[in-house]
């Protein structure tokens, strides 16, 4: 798959992820500060988005070890989505309803790189698996040996 399609594919994910966090901060707001909805949407829209990043755009098996650092891939969203947010809503004066979705906007490109470095980066292999492949090796060694 090129990068481009992970691209568009990336940008759709992000297209449902953000209409699900909005949905979320929409409901929070109605009993939470704007900046505590925010960051109760914004985590738990990221469950929802780490599984369609897995599987529909980079179409990468989840693991335990991709599930714990996928919020390092949100990290720098994170940063960027609530400076923008507070800068929108506390400096420039905007709604509270909308700041969310600009400042959402200015965080894709920064997502993308950091989501696609981690999710398709390689597993390491793991120590039992590295002595049964030794083992294994070892094994066709000496079957393969004359006698």
Do not use: C
Request: proline residues 6%.
């Amino acid at each position: 798959m090129t990068v481009r399609v992970q691209l568009v594919r990336f940008a759709l994910v992000g297209v449902v992820n953000t209409g699900t966090y909005y949905g979320l901060y929409l409901a929070l707001l109605t009993w939470l500060p704007y900046v505590a909805a925010h960051v109760v949407a914004f985590a738990l829209s990221m469950v929802g988005s780490f599984f369609l990043t897995s599987y529909f755009t980079y179409r990468t098996r989840p693991t335990w070890r991709k599930f714990l650092l996928f919020p390092l891939t949100n990290a720098a969203n994170f940063v960027v989505t609530t400076s923008g947010v507070y800068l929108l809503v506390d400096v420039l004066h905007f709604g509270s309803r909308y700041a969310p979705l600009i400042a959402a906007a200015a965080a894709i490109p920064i997502t993308f790189v950091v989501s696609r470095t981690i999710m398709l980066r390689p597993e390491p292999a793991r120590p039992a698996a590295q002595a049964a492949q030794a083992a294994q090796a070892e094994h066709e060694v000496k079957v393969g040996r004359p006698g």
